[in-house]
């Protein structure tokens, strides 16, 4: 029997993109339909994507088929919604329009009321999709906050009928502490009440990403260790108590990575291609970004690049004021991202105090991020946390050695072996401060100065297996243990 899965996200990849959500939904449903197709020895997965026609979008004119239109009830009246389908790809995505995705506002704004609005019609839009396409839904999975609300609304009685009516539910977390905070009044008006349950603290009964983890049937972060660290004050953002009460419904899936794209091999956006036959080539990119941006050529200078959003989340001031420790040693970096003012400002602040060594370059360039992990020798992910990054796997594919902190996802795709650093892939460190991050830092520099060492770390990484095919099998085992679990309750 074919499962049906209905994948719901706020962003996706090549449509639109502004975090990591945006690779995820673009290339997850893609690779569970690749994995289970006929003759894959699994069950066929028939997935479709659901994200809303933001205006980004409509303004790359992709080629899409109008649909038609239905209603989305609210408490009062109703909202129109106009469903487009795109079918270009490997699987069916649907961009649903109206009035509360149709403002020409970013995909996500500053004003959190006018993204509980967005979100909320769009959540409950794609719960009419299933009628409106005539087609069963055996799994409704979301992703983060966003369309948290379609899981919530599912609990209901007076959406869990029609095509929907035996569905199981998937909350897929990508970060936690992005609750959908001042949504209440767009839920309100579309007629879900707050949760009453004292299991959920008071402040969260009204949030949509709580609210979907309450009413899911599993939970999966997009990481094994993530999945444990959200059950701890650390890193539980107030909800650790009722998450630990949810434990057996909570597991980590780890995300891939898109390793056509990403393939040092092939990038066009490289000065000079290679692959682990052809390391010996790798360092023709450093002397070229060196000469680039106005560094010195040194190849023996260790090169150390940060390619991020400037967010505190990510670190990055650790890293800064950690480099600041090293100043005695010799190393050249490079940084590139745009974010939060301060964080940017202190980046900056970094080629200040380094003029001839340092390059912070505030701004978003797709083909600088490609030279720069083929370029760099070592690249800094000091993240306060991490539910699972994208970067250090590229860079790893790439042959550039990570160092980061032991955190979510970063311990579950770097091996830091102390004691035996030729089988590492990476440098990990536990407390994020920038005295631990900088006595990490120079306990790589020595590493990085033994090149036989070096060179096995940079082979090892660029041999880890990081595609999507490994997830794809796990999230298809999830579904099927869902609708085995449905039917049994229904004998
Ligand atoms: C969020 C997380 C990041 C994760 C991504 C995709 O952006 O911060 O760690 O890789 O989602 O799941």
Redesign the pocket.
């Known amino acids: 029997m074919t499962l049906n899965v209905l994948f719901l996200a706020a962003e996706a990849e090549p449509f639109i993109k502004v975090?990591?959500?945006g690779?995820?939904a673009g290339a997850l449903p893609e690779a569970i339909h690749n994995a289970t197709r006929p003759g894959s020895g699994l069950p066929e997965v028939d997935i479709r994507l659901v994200i809303p026609f933001h205006y980004a979008i409509k303004e790359r004119h992709f080629e899409t088929q109008y649909l038609g239109e239905y209603e989305v009830e609210k408490l009062e009246g109703s909202e129109k919604c106009q469903v487009y389908l795109y079918k270009k790809g490997d699987i069916p995505v649907y961009l649903l329009d109206g009035l509360p995705i149709n403002e020409k506002s970013p995909v996500y704004s500053i004003d959190p009321i006018h993204d509980g609005y967005k979100f909320v019609f769009f959540s409950l839009a794609a719960l009419g999709l299933p009628q409106f396409l005539d087609w069963r839904v055996d799994i409704l999975q979301a992703n983060?906050w966003h369309t948290a609300t379609a899981i919530y609304a599912l609990s209901k009685k007076k959406y869990r009928k029609g095509r929907l009516k035996d569905a199981r539910t998937i909350h897929?977390l990508?970060?936690l502490p992005f609750m959908g905070f001042g949504v209440q009044q767009a839920l309100t008006d579309y007629g879900l009440p707050p949760i009453e349950d004292p299991i959920l603290p008071e402040w969260a009964r009204h949030s949509p990403l709580p609210m979907g983890l309450y009413a899911a049937d599993r939970i999966i972060a997009?990481?094994p260790h993530?999945a444990e660290e959200i059950l701890t004050p650390e890193f539980g953002c107030g909800l650790d108590d009722f998450l630990k009460s949810r434990s057996d419904a909570i597991s980590g899936i780890l995300?891939g990575l898109d390793t056509t794209r990403w393939d040092p091999k092939t990038d066009p956006a490289l000065t000079q291609n290679y692959d682990l036959a052809s390391l010996p080539l790798r360092p023709r990119n450093k002397a070229a970004l060196q000469a680039q941006l106005g560094l010195e050529v040194r190849p023996d200078t260790p090169l150390l690049t940060l390619v991020s959003r400037m967010d505190p989340?990510k670190g990055i001031d650790i890293a800064l004021r950690g480099l600041h420790e090293c100043q005695d040693e010799d190393w050249q970096a490079v940084m590139l991202g745009t974010g939060i003012p301060y964080v940017e400002e202190m980046a900056q602040q970094l080629e200040v105090a380094f003029p001839g060594r340092v390059r912070s370059l505030i701004k978003f360039d797709g083909n600088l991020a490609h030279q720069l992990y083929a370029a760099a020798d070592i690249f800094m992910m000091p993240?306060r946390?991490?539910?699972?990054?994208?970067s250090q796997m590229i860079s790893m594919r790439y042959g550039c050695v990570p160092i980061a902190r032991a955190t979510?996802?970063l311990v579950d795709t770097i091996r830091y072996l102390p004691r035996s650093p030729k089988g590492s892939t990476g440098i990990l460190f536990k407390k994020p401060y920038p005295s631990v991050f900088a006595k990490a830092l120079k306990r790589t520099f020595r590493l990085y100065h033994k090149p036989e060492i070096w060179r096995q770390m940079q082979v090892n990484g660029m041999a880890s297996d990081f595609s999507w095919q490994q997830s794809a099998r796990q999230y298809e085992a999830v579904y099927e243990d869902l609708v085995t679990e449905a039917k049994r309750s229904k004998l």
């Open positions: 975090g990591g959500l690779d995820v983060d897929t990508h970060n997009v990481s993530y995300n989340q993240s946390y991490e539910p699972c990054g994208l979510g996802g």
